[in-house]
């Protein structure tokens, strides 16, 4: 678990130090006090579960935007403490990739020693080690030692269940083609000598005619990707060093325009078909980004939020006695918050005053429950639908029709 006041803590001193170079922080005048709260502001987590609403502590959430680099922050800082403090035991290889390390080691009491000062760094971490004369994994490589020398293939989780997209599944057979090529790019840049690629090829294959892959299509993507990396058993290392360079990415004047399209098969095809073709006589190359929806998209296990987290709404209130006394209102925020300030005997509102004089909804226990959000808008137009709503539904207790006595609001159409 990241200890969140730590790693804020420390973020904090770096970006502030005398030393480290001007950031827009600095450069901006922004005080370390108002760039530590802004930070634990973006990395606090609130979420709903079983209908309540819960803060989590420290740590950080799942799928939270931040989480990676805090995580990362968090064992960068961890390793150089760890560094500074095994000058007698360092290693003569180390690459580590979040939490996962890779190390060689001049003897085995170095190796231990390194592991006693990594474990012993920090309370929150815990490693674990994995010795193996043979063979060892580290993320999708294996590496061993052959012949006194190092070789790496692919590796596959002994739970790896092969299943990958389907043949057969609505999706375009682009996206079928540009996953044999990541497997085969995979296979050529994680194997050390031809024999282990072919022989990665030979599991690759078998494991899409297991997803229903015709066998002519995997051999034409196969026989294209050797043909157009030049890969051969004679230069296979030589080639692989030319073709794993990173190309320099070039950005043109005018880039094309991509246009998200929604797939449903062959109609989506011919749509984009249409508009590709009509726009080419206004020189604009339009290229289609096709998304689908999962079946899983249809099913949450999330708890659903209460519509008091509701913002940007026309509400209505709804007397306990009299269904016919009503009122409507908007916010921006959340509708909570406008309840709590209908209820507050400071506030100038038609509901404080009928809450005050109705018996009955004084004895409701539960009074958000008579406010229900009518429609939902965006920040522009909810005022212009209030407006709208209370000259349609003439709700009794708005003595003035809104703000705007239901006339003077700006109605925006587009924006």
């Known amino acids: 678990m990241v200890p969140l006041d730590e790693v804020i803590n420390d973020i904090q001193r770096v970006i502030y130090s005398p030393s480290a170079p001007s950031s827009f922080f600095t450069n901006n005048g922004i005080a370390p006090r108002v760039f530590k709260n802004m930070l634990k502001l973006c990395s606090e987590s609130i979420f709903l579960y079983n209908d309540n609403v819960y803060k989590q502590h420290d740590g950080v959430a799942m799928g939270s935007p931040l989480a990676p680099l805090l ?9 150089e403490q760890v560094v500074q ?11 580590r990739y979040v939490d996962d390390i890779f190390a060689i080691f001049h003897s085995i009491t170095d190796r231990d020693n ?88 030979k599991n690759i294959k078998s494991i899409l005619l297991q997803n229903v892959y015709p ?16 890969i051969d058993e004679n230069q296979f290392k030589q080639n692989k060093c030319t073709n794993t360079k990173e ?33 080419r006589k206004y020189y604009l190359c339009v290229k289609a980004a096709y998304n689908t929806v999962k079946v899983g ?10 519509n008091l987290f509701g913002s940007n709404v026309v509400y209505k209130f709804t007397c306990s006695r009299d269904e016919n006394i009503s009122y409507l209102g908007e916010t921006k925020g959340h509708i909570f918050k406008r309840i709590s300030e209908h209820s507050d005997r400071k506030s100038d509102s038609p509901v404080f005053d009928h809450l005050f004089n109705c018996k009955d909804c004084q004895n409701n ?20 639908l209030e407006s709208l709503l209370i000259a349609k ?13 239901g006339a003077g609001a700006k109605l925006v159409l587009y924006s």
């Open 297 to 306: 998209s249809y099913f949450s296990l999330k708890s659903k939020c209460s």
């Open 247 to 279: 190309n320099q990415l070039v950005v043109t004047e005018f880039d094309d325009v991509y246009l998200n399209i929604p797939y449903i098969g062959k109609p989506s095809e011919k749509l984009h078909r249409k508009i590709y073709h009509r726009m």
């Open 114 to 201: 390194f592991f006693t000062i990594l474990n012993n760094a920090h309370q929150n971490l815990t490693f674990t080690m994995d010795v193996n004369k043979s063979k060892l994994p580290f993320l999708d490589v294996s590496v061993y030692i052959k012949n006194g020398k190092y070789n790496t293939q692919v590796y596959r989780k002994p739970t790896n269940t092969g299943v990958l997209m389907n043949f057969n599944c609505e999706a375009h057979i682009k996206w079928k083609h540009s996953l044999i090529r990541c497997l085969l790019m995979r296979a050529y840049r994680n194997s050390s000598s031809f024999y282990l690629f072919q022989m990665e090829v």
């Open 365 to 384: 226990s539960n009074i958000s429950a008579r406010f229900s959000i009518l429609r939902h808008s965006n920040k522009y137009n909810v005022r212009s």
């Open 393 to 405: 539904l003439s709700p009794t207790l708005n003595i003035q029709l809104g703000k705007f006595r």
């Open 215 to 230: 066998d002519y299509f995997i051999d034409i993507i196969i026989s294209k990707f050797t043909l157009d990396l030049k």
């Open 71 to 79: 995580a990362e922050w968090f064992v960068a800082m961890v390793e």
């Open 85 to 95: 403090q095994s000058t007698s035991c360092k290693p003569i290889f180390y690459k």
